[in-house]
């Protein structure tokens, strides 16, 4: 089960890159966002409520922290490879 924190904003919200949730299908991450505003699971073709911000987006900037662990980055790998024509890492 992969569960890693992406970000949290000033109100306790979350962004979880995590396959424990029910919109997890055979093993492949969900991009879960629990906030004040926003809140659900998106795949990275998903546009982030009214942002339109993608959730590829987020996950592939991430991801492109220098300080990612080889897990973080083979579930972000897996999360934007659900998405072909999206961001690839």
């Given at each position: 089960?992969?569960?890693y924190?992406?970000?949290?904003?000033?109100?306790?919200?979350?962004v979880r890159l995590?396959?424990?949730?029910?919109?997890?299908?055979y093993?492949?991450?969900?991009?879960v966002?629990?906030a004040?505003?926003?809140?659900?699971?998106?795949g990275?073709?998903?546009?982030?409520?009214?942002?339109?911000?993608?959730?590829?987006?987020?996950?592939?900037?991430?991801?492109?922290?220098?300080?990612r662990?080889?897990?973080e980055?083979?579930?972000?790998?897996?999360?934007?490879?659900q998405?072909?024509?999206?961001?690839q890492?």
């Amino acid at each position: 089960m992969a569960n890693y924190l992406i970000m949290t904003d000033s109100k306790a919200g979350t962004v979880r890159l995590t396959t424990d949730h029910a919109a997890s299908s055979y093993g492949s991450p969900v991009l879960v966002i629990e906030a004040e505003d926003v809140k659900g699971a998106y795949g990275p073709a998903d546009t982030i409520g009214d942002s339109g911000i993608r959730g590829a987006d987020i996950v592939a900037a991430w991801d492109r922290k220098l300080d990612r662990t080889p897990e973080e980055r083979a579930a972000a790998g897996s999360y934007l490879r659900q998405w072909f024509e999206g961001p690839q890492v």
